[in-house]
Each structure stands twice: as C-alpha cells, then as structure tokens.
C-alpha cells in the first residue's frame, strides 16, 4: 500500500491559483513573521483553506473546514462556464499593543478556491450548509441517459 498526500494529485478540474509564497526564501519569511505576526496569518489564509470533493452517483459533494468563519462571512458561487467559487474571510484577532506573541499558527484573511465542474452537474441546483465550522456544497448530478435496451429477434425460416 502507497500513502499518497492529496496535495501532490494532479486534478484537472482545481482552478487553484498560484500560491507567490510557495517557494520564499525562509529567512526573509521568518524575519517579516516575527516583526510582523499578522503576516503569516494574512498570506497564508488564502493557501491554507482545504476542501475535499466527492461524487457519489447522485452529486458532487465539497466540504471545506471553515473553523472560525460565520456563514455569512462565506460565499459560494457558481460562474459562467460551470466553476465553482467559494471564497470569504476569516476575521483577524483584534492585536492589542502589549501582547506579546509566543506563536502564530491559526490564519485569518481572505480565501478563495474554484473548481471547474463536470458536464454532468446541475449547476442551477447547487445547495451549501453550514455545521460545526464545515461548509457542504452539494452539486446534484444529471441522471444518466440509460442506454436504449436491445432486444434481439430470433429470424426465422
């Protein structure tokens, strides 16, 4: 059995967008994440937003951990071309000016991701929930055309 990180499938269908931060320099990162804790929180929201996709034969299901972020702080949206668009905010902590920051690991500011859908999705039937900090959009699936049955016929004579 291989174990596979979700990270390193190729998906064809994520839009995700290209992430400036993936390659830069540690030291340069560091030094601005320790003069300046709210960076690392601000440029890496947007990265950090993991969301699963599944289809079952009745639709495609995304579910997103959102810890933190009200339903109304969310948008999910479907653009032209059947993509997928969910995106909003995760509100910043209020600093005050004699905290002392021991460690910054929860992010906050503003995420977005796209996935471009497949034929067989019902983009005018999307529905979103949200429970317990996870966001479920569930896209129904058209049903497929049921090939038409062949009935053989004995020839006789």
Same mark, same amino acid.
């Given at each position: 059995m291989s174990i596979v990180r979700r990270s390193d499938i190729f998906d064809p269908f994520s839009l995700? /967008?290209?992430d400036p931060l993936h390659s830069f320099p540690f030291d340069t990162f560091r030094a601005l994440a320790e +003069?300046? *804790?709210s960076f690392v929180s601000e440029t +890496?929201?947007?990265a950090n937003t993991r969301i699963d996709w599944k289809e079952t034969p009745e639709a495609h299901i995304f579910k997103a951990d959102? *810890?933190? /972020? %009200? %339903?109304?702080e969310v948008k999910v949206e479907v653009e032209e071309g059947r993509v997928l668009q969910i995106s909003g905010e995760r509100s910043k902590e209020k600093e005050e000016k004699n905290d002392k920051w021991h460690r910054v690991e929860r992010s906050s500011g503003k995420f977005l991701r796209r996935f471009r859908l497949p034929e067989n999705a019902k983009v005018d039937r999307v529905e979103a929930s949200m429970e317990n900090g996870v966001l479920t959009v569930t896209v129904p699936k058209e049903e497929e055309k049921k090939k038409p049955e062949v009935k053989a016929i004995e020839i006789s004579g």
């Open positions: 995700d /967008v290209w +003069s300046r *804790p +890496s929201a947007f959102l *810890p933190g /972020v %009200k %339903k109304e």
